[in-house]
DNA sequence: ATCTTAATTGAAAATGGTTTTCATTTATAA
DNA sequence: TTATAAATGAAAACCATTTTCAATTAAGAT
């Protein structure tokens, strides 16, 4: 999803697409990472100074509940990770160094239906996610 | 496990056992649902009145670190809820009432295989979750 | 039973991430 | 242009969790 296409969304749902929403958009969208709040706030530094830490909080809950992204809950620390989305998909997450591969085949559907058969809940939403060392994290022995 | 055992556990383990630790454990044990630490510090007050909050984050971090119980992510709000221990399992939350349904099988095995060997990663931890509405919330058509 | 000591506790303060408040600014449509 | 609701940012509030530190105590040694 290009910048452009996310602002798109953002106008089609009725939302002012103001600078300070285009740079958080923007930044997001560059990154190859899961990034923090504060990470994209960081970032934002020479990109748009001044912005305030709110309005990337505010901005990032409007994204996410828009579905235009994603988040990774990391590890014990339980601190929401984000990035550019990308259809339904989960992580890995290396604890060494913080690094995150998405995938997207999570084969769950038989385990679902039948939770849905022995519980009687309506079920609408998973949450799965692996952790583990990374192959540079095991090469180097490091982390 | 019994209160009993945990607590065994922990003397195994060095530690001391402390009134606070074992009216913590006891809490924890007598609960069928999962408990935040403040909803087990506002437990202990009649088992045990004066005790510190801090306490008991301590306490919680000592027994989950030695895998004696376990945890959830709730929704979005990623609290993390604690209750009695059993082994590897997994949840099944209702957003409506906030019951936890726990089940063992996660057949991820094969998955978890397969990203091994696509990704180098050495993979020692999962975290599966679904999320839903449970029967009587279905029914009341409430929350 | 008493002593010794490292572990544990609890009050208070510090932290750190997130949210609220509110006066000011601004994107957008008329 | 103008009008107006939406959005912004500084500051304060919030709230869960952690740190600090002096006092207490469990548990092994004597
Ligand atoms: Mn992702
Ligand atoms: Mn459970
Ligand atoms: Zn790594
Ligand atoms: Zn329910």
Avoid: W
Wanted: hydrophobic share 30%.
């Amino acid at each position: 999803m290009t910048s452009k296409s996310i602002a798109a969304e953002l106008r089609k749902r009725g939302f002012k697409l103001t600078p300070q929403r285009r740079a958080i958009i923007d930044v997001i969208n560059e990154s190859e990472e899961h990034l923090t709040p504060s990470d994209i706030y960081s970032r934002l530094q020479h990109k748009y100074p001044g912005i305030g830490l709110v309005t990337v909080y505010r901005t990032l809950e409007l994204l996410e509940s828009s579905g235009l992204l994603c988040e990774v809950h990391i590890g014990d620390t339980c601190r929401s990770y984000l990035t550019r989305p990308g259809g339904h998909h989960h992580h890995l997450v290396c604890r060494g160094c913080g690094k995150v591969v998405d995938f997207t085949d999570c084969e769950l559907d038989g385990l679902e239906n039948r939770l849905v058969n022995e519980t009687g809940f309506e079920i609408d939403r998973h949450l799965l996610e692996f952790m583990g060392r990374c192959i540079n994290c095991r090469k180097n022995k490091k982390n």
